[in-house]
T-cell receptor
Framework: NAGVTQTPKFQVLKTGQSMTLQCAQD?????MYWYRQDPGMGLRLIYY???????DKGEVPNGYNVSRLNKREFSLRLESAAPSQTSVYFC?????????????FGPGTRLTVL | QQQVKQSPQSLIVQKGGISIINCAYE??????FPWYQQFPGKGPALLIA?????SEKKEGRFTISFNKSAKQFSLHIMDSQPGDSATYFC????????????FGKGTKLSVKP
């Protein structure tokens, strides 16, 4: 049982490049989330998917797109990376979409945009 | 109204001491208050959580105290150990089907041997 896995672990991009962060969970969870973590800013929700086939914006969605490929996988795409998107990105999943459901986090992707 | 304010930003405690981290919220619709623990290089993990129908919840050395009238809650770590050194995040949600977690900005705890 791997839980939540994320690839890649590290990535360096140049301004304007695009990339997709991959996330997969093997817990048969319905809901999945993408957060970014910046020093002194805590965890901020980018997008979430309450169930397969649905996605919704979180607190900081600008500059990102997501795809809920199937129940297991939820990807985050940066179409044209900017230095302000330098951050650590975490994917999480939970059984339901309710706020009281425990969220299980992946190990994170550290992204640097030059 | 959606904010969760957490303090202090950083905390240094001697081994065996008590670590206390405080959080405050404004949205009275919040009814679920978890604490997440994050070790360096890892993702956050749920540590302990409370609902406002109780004023305190204890799990081992970790206790959440909740003050509904003041809209504040805190994490107490008794007999703090070097292995407790981590970043702690409080969070809040309204627990409903659309209730996403709102996280505080985190507290970096260092427990000195």
């Amino acid at each position: 049982n791997a839980g939540v896995t994320q690839t890649p672990k590290f990535q360096v991009l140049k301004t304007g490049q695009s990339m997709t962060l991959q996330c997969a969970q093997d817990m048969n969870h319905n809901s999945m989330y993408w957060y970014r973590q910046d020093p002194g800013m805590g965890l901020r929700l980018i997008y979430y998917s309450a169930s397969e086939g649905t996605t919704d914006k979180g607190e900081v969605p600008n500059g990102y797109n997501v795809s809920r490929l199937n129940k297991r996988e939820f990807s985050l795409r940066l179409e044209s990376a900017a230095p302000s998107q330098t951050s650590v990105y975490f994917c999480a999943s939970s059984q339901g979409g309710g706020g009281a459901d425990t969220q299980y986090f992946g190990p994170g992707t550290r992204l640097t945009v030059l | 109204q959606q904010q969760v304010k957490q303090s202090p930003q950083s905390l240094i405690v001697q081994k065996g001491g008590i670590s206390i981290i405080n959080c405050a919220y404004e949205n009275t619709a919040f009814d679920y208050f978890p604490w997440y623990q994050q070790f360096p290089g890892k993702g956050p993990a749920l540590l302990i959580a409370i609902r406002p129908d109780v004023s305190e919840k204890k799990e081992g050395r970790f206790t959440i105290s909740f003050n509904k009238s003041a809209k504040q809650f805190s994490l107490h770590i008794m007999d703090s150990q070097p292995g407790d050194s981590a970043t702690y995040f409080c969070a809040a949600s309204n627990g409903g089907s659309q209730g996403n977690l709102i996280f505080g900005k985190g507290t970096k705890l260092s427990v000195k041997p």
